[in-house]
């Protein structure tokens, strides 16, 4: 009974440290925080170093996360995923916002779970940023 009574309270913790870390949103990283994301087009002089994908949130920790951190977390993901490739900036492309829900006999509903950013990650000139 004991060691059913510690396995039940070890389970119990881990589960709310998961829900804790769900709350939160990702944060940048050294390389992430100095990636500039925009819609428009790199300036001149960029280099294409390829795709990135920010996420954050998924169909259990995104009902326990805000709508503004879902959003903020998967755009410091993608943040740190073009910093990791040496990027500094980043043409934004498209993003969702997922939702998770359920319907029986007429009731239920639906809640945003999950957000994705999807970029163009380009190493720019740092002087290109000045202009």
Not at 18 to 27: D, M, N, P, R, T
Not at 40 to 66: D, E, M, R
Not at 103 to 110: A, F, P, Y
Request: proline share 3%.
């Amino acid at each position: 009974m004991k060691k059913l009574c510690l396995k039940l309270t070890g389970a119990l913790l881990l589960s709310t440290g998961l829900l804790v870390a769900g709350c939160a949103s990702i944060q940048t990283d050294a390389s992430g925080s100095r990636v500039m994301v925009s819609p428009n087009k790199p300036p001149k002089g960029c280099k294409y170093l390829g795709q990135v994908v920010g996420n954050q949130g998924n169909f259990f920790t995104g009902a326990w996360t805000s709508n503004r951190n879902l959003e903020e977390g998967s755009m410091n993901d993608l943040r740190n995923q073009a910093g990791k490739m040496g990027g500094n900036y980043v043409q934004l492309v498209t993003n969702r916002a997922g939702n998770t829900g359920s319907m029986h006999e007429g009731t239920g509903g639906m809640q945003q779970t999950n957000v994705t950013n999807l970029g163009n990650a380009y190493a720019c000139p740092e002087h290109s940023f000045n202009t």
